[in-house]
């Protein structure tokens, strides 16, 4: 018994604290080691410019969306070569109307069926070689596309991703402690090998790497694996910027990770996101420290915090079980009063919470591929 206790601490604990911190170590580690080689694509443009369809699923996006097609008419690319599709996905508000009036040259009336479903529909009517995404609340940098279009001069890439940024109603940048350390990993690992997962703001795809999927799970999370068996490599772009209004609360942002995770679950246990098939090593070992390891938060807590109860009479265990106790304190804390420190204990509470929600929710009922906006984001 002792053992067993023994042996899960340990290793509960380490798997901890590779996935949190040791795998960004070795990230920097191993990018060191081979010269440190650039994360960006291409740094020069790409000429002639290709044809590029910005495609926009939207539904219910009636108050933002007039914005977003003029944000996309304002990008520094040739008006000729850019084209602005928005797939409506079953709105029952004037979005149709409004991105037509706004100035889109396609806008698609679907039925309902979820966001991929309506990017997949827009990607059938679009024209372009180059095939962009992003989101109705998502506003670009003018020269957004093309620093995101720089990626495709290597042959190889067949996908990706700018930064997003994170904006409160004053318009001040809250990107806050956890995603600027997400899009530190994202720059080693695109420089490296490929990243192991996108953001739904900003990001492109090849033509000839687009591929239809499970439409309960995001292009964010299939896609960049996915291609990567396909022969083609996914990358990260951050001179490539977008700005999205942020959720205005922890509590907000555990309900838009719960939602997240529900749609995220699919992908992991049945949509080969584990699997390391197909994969060179040093991938399958990112996906598995990044995506694996972290999705599995809320069970390694579980089994640290056990182990460390099990162990009080010893001083290792005595020291987790108090410092485990000290951060669920002061996540509670961080409900009452608005400190960096209780705020960032809460935020990472509640986010590993909200992956065993996500679950929950997954197994309990299912999970649909329609979806909403995340309260306060538009």
Not at 246 to 274: C, D, F, Q, T
Not at 298 to 312: G, K, N, Q, W
């Amino acid at each position: 018994m002792r053992l067993a206790a023994a042996v899960a601490f340990w290793a509960s604990a380490a798997a901890l604290a590779w996935t949190q911190v040791g795998y960004a170590l070795a990230l920097a580690l191993v990018r060191l080691a081979r010269g440190w080689p650039p994360a960006a694509g291409a740094a020069q443009p790409v000429q002639p410019p290709p044809d590029v369809s910005l495609i926009v699923a939207a539904h219910d996006e009636e108050v933002v969306i007039a914005g977003k097609v003029a944000n996309a008419l304002a990008l520094d690319w040739p008006r000729d070569r850019l084209e602005i599709v928005v797939a409506v996905d079953g709105a029952t508000d004037a979005t149709a109307a409004s991105a037509r009036a706004a100035g889109a040259d396609v806008v698609l009336d679907l039925p309902r069926g979820g966001k991929v479903r309506a990017q997949d529909a827009g990607v059938r009517a679009a024209r372009g070689d180059l095939l962009a995404f992003s989101d109705a609340n998502a506003l670009w940098e003018r020269d957004a596309l093309a620093r995101l279009v720089e990626a495709f001069a290597d042959p190889q890439t067949g996908y990706a991703c700018g930064r997003l940024h994170f904006v409160s109603d004053v318009g001040t940048n809250q990107e806050g402690v956890y995603w600027r350390y997400e899009l530190w990993q994202r720059e080693h690992e695109s420089s490296l090998v490929s990243i192991t997962a996108g953001n739904g703001a900003i990001y492109a795809v090849r033509r000839a790497a687009y591929l239809e999927g499970d439409p309960r799970t995001s292009h964010d999370l299939a896609l960049p694996h996915r291609l990567l068996r396909a022969g083609w490599l996914a990358r990260y772009q951050p001179a490539a910027h977008a700005w999205e209004k942020m959720v205005p609360s922890v509590e907000g942002e555990w309900a838009r990770k719960r939602r997240m995770m529900r749609h995220a679950w699919p992908a992991i246990a049945g949509g080969g996101l584990l699997s390391p098939r197909g994969l060179p090593p040093l991938y399958a070992a990112m996906v598995v420290s990044h995506r694996g390891l972290r999705y599995s938060t809320p069970l390694l807590h579980a089994v640290f915090a056990a182990a460390s109860l099990a162990r009080l009479g010893t001083r290792s265990g005595r020291a987790a079980a108090l410092a485990q106790a000290l951060v669920a304190g002061a996540a509670w804390a961080g409900g009452r009063r608005r400190a960096r420190p209780l705020l960032l204990a809460r935020y990472y509470v509640l986010t590993t919470a909200s992956i065993a929600a996500g679950l929950y929710d997954w197994l309990r009922h299912g999970t649909p591929a329609e979806w909403e906006a995340a309260e306060g984001t538009r």
